[in-house]
């Protein structure tokens, strides 16, 4: 069992920057791949990235590849999302998430039904 966190959302203007952090609590934290998603209104949820369970490999969606970066610190039981050059449509609520440890299913995860533990999302606006 793990809670999710989110902070660091708020209102930043398109070109900015902005981190956004992920605080987990239990002890397996370094046994799960974690992902940010992020959704507006009346939208799925959508895939932004991921990473594996040290952090030495990660993945993004198209729409953020080279202005996002993910990372993670095991020792911290965080996750981060560093978010450069942000544009208005990148504006939404931001979500971190945990996959089910020991499921030998793979870090790789881009869709919402293959995480487990979600946080309560954080709101990111980009104005213009």
């Known amino acids: 069992q793990v809670q999710l966190v989110e902070s660091g959302g708020g209102l930043v203007q398109a070109g900015g920057s902005l981190r956004l952090s992920c605080a987990a609590s239990?002890?397996?934290?370094?046994?799960?791949?974690m992902g940010w998603f992020r959704q507006t209104p009346g939208r799925e949820r959508e895939f932004v990235a991921c990473?594996?369970?040290?952090?030495?490999?990660?993945y993004y969606a198209d729409s953020v590849k080279g202005r996002f970066t993910i990372s993670r610190d095991n020792a911290k039981h965080s996750v981060y999302l560093q978010m450069n050059s942000v544009k208005p449509e990148d504006t939404a609520v931001y979500y971190c998430?945990?996959?089910?440890?020991?499921?030998?299913?793979?870090?790789?995860?881009?869709?919402?039904?293959?995480?487990?533990?979600w946080g309560q999302g954080t709101q990111v606006t980009v104005s213009s």
């Open positions: 239990g002890r397996t934290f370094g046994n799960h791949a």
């Open positions: 998430a945990a996959d089910s440890p020991f499921e030998g299913t793979g870090w790789l995860k881009t869709t919402p039904d293959e995480y487990e533990y």
């Open positions: 990473i594996s369970w040290s952090g030495g490999s990660t």
